[in-house]
């Protein structure tokens, strides 16, 4: 059972970039994401359930950043539109029983991906 997250990489700002997040092994009830600033602590940024419902975004992405989920393929995704300099993060794909915005409410984790907003 694993989470795989990719999609990554150097973006300008304003610009967007599509995260995904395989899930192996099994389904699970809620999937998040969450984001690690350097030299900052772990940050939820959104999370939804199996179905690709009942979203729920952090204030600092709202409107900005969508997440969804395809169930055929096990596939969760964070697209991020109008980023920022302030984006720069590792991104982390998480799964868990239950939705919350805190790290120690999910099971399983990827392996994260960086996201750099720069010019």
């Known amino acids: 059972v694993q989470l795989q997250a990719s999609g990554g990489g150097l973006v300008q700002p304003r610009g967007s970039l599509r995260l995904s997040c395989v899930a192996y092994?099994?389904?699970?009830?809620?999937y998040a994401w969450f984001r690690q600033p350097p030299g900052k602590e772990r940050e939820f940024v959104g999370s939804?359930?199996?179905?690709?419902?009942?979203?729920n975004y952090a204030d600092s992405v709202k409107g900005r950043f969508t997440i969804s989920r395809v169930n055929t393929k096990n596939t969760m995704y964070l697209q991020m539109n109008s980023l920022e300099p302030e984006d720069t993060a590792v991104y982390y794909c998480?799964?868990?029983?239950?939705?919350?915005?805190?790290?120690?409410?999910?099971?399983?984790w990827g392996q994260g991906t960086q996201v750099t907003v720069s010019s």
């Open positions: 939804t359930n199996w179905l690709g419902r009942n979203t």
């Open positions: 998480a799964a868990g029983g239950s939705a919350a915005p805190t790290t120690s409410r999910y099971d399983l």
């Open positions: 092994g099994r389904t699970f009830v809620t």
